[in-house]
């Protein structure tokens, strides 16, 4: 089995919470408005529950969630531990990683690039199922009708508010 930690931390939009390995970045949750519903939410993602907490443990990964938050980071410098995900999710993940900053794509698009057209549904439960979200920017996939949909932790208001930051206000299929 491999060793894993977690931690706790607050940004200016709020509290996330991280889970890691020594391969990297497992799991993280969206902001949250304590660190308890931070904590909570990770612990209700991680297979198997929550492994030991590590305090700073994240502190690279939390200066890049700031530098995000703050304008000044377009892409990420984090090693990300995606090894037991399926085959499909792992590419619908790395393909959604395509979408640059201040674009949107659809569902559809998510499935071509991950290698079935035919499953949009599919790439729609990789992106409910995303572990590593704004580093995975699931928030950048939307529905053909140019919708907001699902989206995990705090909900649509936070996609909305993401995709506002970014300045996504057209969809590119």
């Given at each position: 089995?491999?060793?894993t930690w977690y931690d706790v931390f607050q940004t200016s939009w709020g509290w996330m919470s991280?889970?890691?390995?020594?391969?990297?970045?497992?799991?993280?949750?969206?902001?949250?408005?304590?660190?308890?519903?931070?904590?909570?939410?990770?612990?209700?993602?991680?297979?198997?529950?929550?492994?030991?907490?590590?305090?700073?443990?994240?502190?690279?990964?939390?200066?890049?969630?700031?530098?995000?938050?703050?304008?000044?980071?377009?892409?990420?410098?984090?090693?990300?531990?995606?090894?037991?995900?399926?085959?499909?999710?792992?590419?619908?993940?790395?393909?959604?990683?395509?979408?640059?900053?201040?674009?949107?794509?659809?569902?559809?698009?998510?499935?071509?690039?991950?290698?079935?057209?035919?499953?949009?549904?599919?790439?729609?439960?990789?992106?409910?199922?995303?572990?590593?979200?704004?580093?995975?920017?699931?928030?950048?996939?939307?529905?053909?009708?140019?919708?907001?949909?699902?989206?995990?932790?705090?909900?649509?208001?936070?996609?909305?508010?993401?995709?506002?930051?970014?300045?996504?206000?057209?969809?590119?299929?």
């Open positions: 089995m491999i060793e991280a889970v890691g390995s020594a391969k990297g970045l497992r799991y993280c949750s969206l902001p949250e408005e304590t660190p308890v519903d931070a904590v909570e939410f990770l612990a209700k993602t991680v297979k198997g529950g929550l492994p030991e907490q590590r305090e700073g443990a994240f502190e690279a990964f939390r200066k890049q969630v700031e530098e995000y938050f703050s304008g000044k980071r377009t892409d990420w410098d984090i090693t990300l531990d995606l090894d037991d995900s399926t085959p499909f999710f792992r590419r619908a993940w790395d393909a959604c990683q395509l979408i640059p900053r201040g674009e949107t794509r659809t569902y559809r698009w998510l499935a071509e690039q991950a290698g079935n057209i035919a499953a949009s549904r599919g790439a729609g439960q990789a992106m409910a199922r995303n572990r590593i979200p704004i580093v995975i920017p699931c928030h950048r996939v939307i529905g053909s009708d140019g919708g907001l949909h699902g989206f995990a932790g705090p909900g649509l208001p936070l996609k909305a508010r993401l995709l506002q930051h970014e300045s996504a206000l057209t969809l590119t299929d």
